[in-house]
């Protein structure tokens, strides 16, 4: 065990992320009908693959979203050429900072589209904002994290896999606020800009099986795109 690499600075994302982009048409799954047929799309969002796991391309398009996944190296100015009405941030494994070319290009799409990141992409909007991020001395991980909505003072039982976090103070005084709260150990479990159409968790919504607590997020991410479409 000692002999295997440390996974700080490692960029892990490249042995996960597609070759090409792809489109994604399948809905969310259901007990007694299997496999939806989404409903009609409403809005275009482009997915940066870091790791994507599939059920959050079924809960996009569920929420009526049409998906094109794109590779992580993929620039800011190649998700543009889609014309895209939001970006999602997907998750994937190992450090955030061993990922620069990704930071890079989301700091360029931060105020010019609607972005909402899970996991690995709550981490990169951390570093594109201009914050730190660093390794918990113990993960997150597993499917009962008790989360508190700092908004509503909700608590949402949540699935997570993790072994970095944000620090939340690093971007405090840059328009940026913490929105959830880890209650077994107080870490940063979500970040919003207070002007910008920009959010990010650092649970996992999607989570199949898992905890349902956190679907609400895509719908307001496609209340998100709709209002940044109506302005």
């Known amino acids: 065990m000692q002999a295997l690499p440390q996974i700080v600075g490692q960029d892990l994302v490249k042995a996960v992320t597609v070759d090409k982009p792809y489109g994604?048409?399948?809905?969310?799954?259901?007990?007694?009908?299997?496999?939806?047929?989404?409903p009609p799309a409403r809005f275009k969002v482009v997915a940066y693959d870091a790791g994507i796991k599939?059920?959050?391309?079924?809960?996009?398009?569920?929420?009526?979203?049409e998906v094109v996944v794109v590779p992580a190296s993929t620039t800011t100015a190649g998700v543009l050429e889609h014309k895209?009405?939001?970006v999602f941030l997907?998750?994937?494994?190992?450090?955030?900072?061993?990922?620069?070319?990704?930071?890079?290009?989301?700091?360029?799409?931060?105020g010019k589209v609607a972005i909402f990141g899970i996991c690995l992409g709550h981490q990169i909007l951390?570093?594109?904002?201009?914050?730190?991020?660093y390794k918990l001395p113990f993960g997150h991980h597993g499917a009962n994290h008790p989360v508190r909505d700092l908004a509503t003072g909700r608590i949402e039982i949540t699935s997570q896999n993790h072994n970095f976090a944000v620090d939340p103070a690093s971007v405090a005084g840059r328009g940026w606020?913490?929105?959830h709260l880890n209650l077994n150990d107080n870490t940063c479990e979500g970040l919003r800009h207070r002007e910008l159409p920009?959010?990010?968790?650092?649970?996992?919504?999607e989570a199949s099986p898992g905890p349902h607590d956190a679907n609400y997020l895509f719908t307001r991410f496609t209340e998100m795109m709709a209002s940044v479409k109506g302005a």
Request: net charge negative.
């Open 24 to 38: 994604w048409p399948e809905g969310e799954w259901k007990l007694d009908r299997g496999y939806t047929t989404p």
């Open 54 to 65: 599939l059920n959050i391309l079924r809960q996009l398009r569920t929420a009526g979203c």
């Open 84 to 86: 895209p009405d939001g």
């Open 90 to 110: 997907s998750n994937g494994p190992g450090d955030p900072e061993g990922v620069p070319y990704l930071v890079e290009s989301v700091r360029g799409l931060i």
């Open 126 to 133: 951390g570093l594109a904002a201009g914050g730190r991020t």
């Open 177 to 179: 606020e913490p929105t």
């Open 198 to 205: 920009v959010f990010c968790v650092q649970y996992h919504p």
